[in-house]
C-alpha cells in the first residue's frame, strides 16, 4: 500500500530551526518528484519547495528562499525540509507530496500533514 507520512512538526521559537520529514513506501520513490506544501488557517495551499525525481534540480517560493532547503535521500525513500530562521508567518500544517507523469497518466499522492507553530 502507498504511504506517505511527514514528521518533525511541532512548536519553535522565531529564529529557531525545524527539520521535517516525510517517509514514503509503496511506490517507486525514485521515480518522483517529492514536494513540500503548506497551508495557514484561512490561506490557500502554497508550494514552499520542490525537488525533481534524481535530487538534481530544487525550486522554492520566494518566500522561504534562503532560509529552507528540500533534500532527499532515494535509498531511504525519504524527504527533509530543513527550514532556518523560522517566523510566525511560517505556521502552518506542512504537506509533503509525490508527483509523476507518464505520458498522459498523472500520479499523485498525499501525506497527512504536520504542523508547524513558530512563537514566542
Known amino acids: 500500500q502507498v504511504q506517505v507520512v511527514e514528521s518533525g512538526g511541532g512548536l519553535v521559537q522565531p529564529g529557531g530551526s525545524l527539520r521535517l520529514s516525510c517517509a514514503a513506501s509503496g511506490f517507486r520513490f525514485s521515480y518522483y518528484d517529492m514536494n513540500w506544501y503548506r497551508q495557514a488557517p484561512g490561506k490557500e495551499r502554497e508550494l514552499v519547495a520542490a525537488?525533481?525525481?534524481?535530487?538534481?534540480?530544487?525550486n522554492y517560493a520566494d518566500s522561504v528562499k534562503g532560509r529552507f532547503t528540500i533534500s532527499r535521500d532515494n535509498a531511504k525513500t525519504t524527504v527533509y525540509l530543513q527550514m532556518n530562521s523560522l517566523k510566525p508567518g511560517d505556521t502552518a500544517v506542512y504537506y509533503c507530496s509525490a508527483f509523476r507523469r507518464l505520458g498522459i497518466k498523472e500520479y499523485t499522492y498525499w501525506g497527512q500533514g504536520t504542523q508547524v507553530t513558530v512563537s514566542s
Open positions: 525537488i525533481t525525481s534524481e535530487g538534481g534540480s530544487t
